[in-house]
């Protein structure tokens, strides 16, 4: 099993553009989930999805976009990118988003707006 | 709102030594706890956990043990390795069956030989 697998792992943006971070899991998990990391601030939520079908906005949503393709698979897009974009953005999921589950990350996407 | 505060770092030990990372966190009810770490270059991957007060979660020799009275989840070990050298992050879910994670800013721990 490979797990939670993110793409791009780097990207360079200017202003403006727009882009997708693709992340796919092949464990059958029902969540998942999207984060940004940000140097002395942990990781916040942006997304997430508890099943198939339904999304949620987390702590950090503005900005962002989110599509639960299918059981498999969650994208995050930016319309618009701004330089407080600049992150490294990390999709996890989890088998049934309960008290005692185990998220499981990606190794993340580094992402620079110029 | 729930909020996690973690001792700032880094923390530099020299093989052998004892850590301890402190953890307290602000919850409205019975928050689940988590410790994270993250090696270097790689995403995060969970360490141990604890449902509910008095519970210790223990994995590769790590403990923590959940302490409602002081709210807090300390992590420790009493020998810490070279290979233990990353980010630790502490975490609560406390929105009862949605596992939105809310993290602590992270404390990097440096192992010198």
């Known amino acids: 099993n490979a797990g939670v697998t993110q793409t791009p792992k780097f990207q360079v943006l200017k202003t403006g553009q727009s882009m997708t971070l693709q992340c796919a899991q092949d464990m059958n998990h029902n969540s998942m989930y999207w984060y940004r990391q940000d140097p002395g601030m942990g990781l916040r939520l942006i997304y997430y999805s508890a099943s198939e079908g339904t999304t949620d906005k987390g702590e950090v949503p503005n900005g962002y976009n989110v599509s639960r393709l299918n059981k498999r698979e969650f994208s995050l897009r930016l319309e618009s990118a701004a330089p407080s974009q600049t992150s490294v953005y990390f999709c996890?999921?989890?088998?049934?988003?309960?008290?005692?589950?185990?998220?499981?990350f990606g190794p993340g996407t580094r992402l620079t707006v110029l | 709102g729930d909020s996690v505060t973690q001792m700032e770092g880094p923390v530099t030990l020299s093989e052998e030594a004892f850590l301890t990372i402190n953890c307290t966190y602000t919850?409205?009810?019975?928050?689940?706890l988590f410790w994270y770490v993250q090696y270097p270059g790689e995403g995060l991957q969970l360490l141990l956990k604890a449902t509910k007060a008095d519970d210790k979660g223990s994995n590769k020799g790590f403990e923590a043990t959940y302490r409602k009275e002081t709210t807090s989840f300390h992590l420790e070990k009493g020998s810490v390795q070279v290979s233990d050298s990353a980010v630790y992050f502490c975490?609560?879910?406390?929105?009862?069956?949605?596992?939105?994670?809310?993290f602590g800013q992270g404390t990097t721990l440096q192992v010198k030989p």
């Open positions: 996890a999921s989890s088998g049934a988003g309960g008290l005692t589950d185990t998220q499981y």
């Open positions: 975490a609560l879910d406390g929105s009862g069956n949605t596992g939105k994670l809310i």
């Open positions: 919850a409205t009810g019975y928050p689940s």
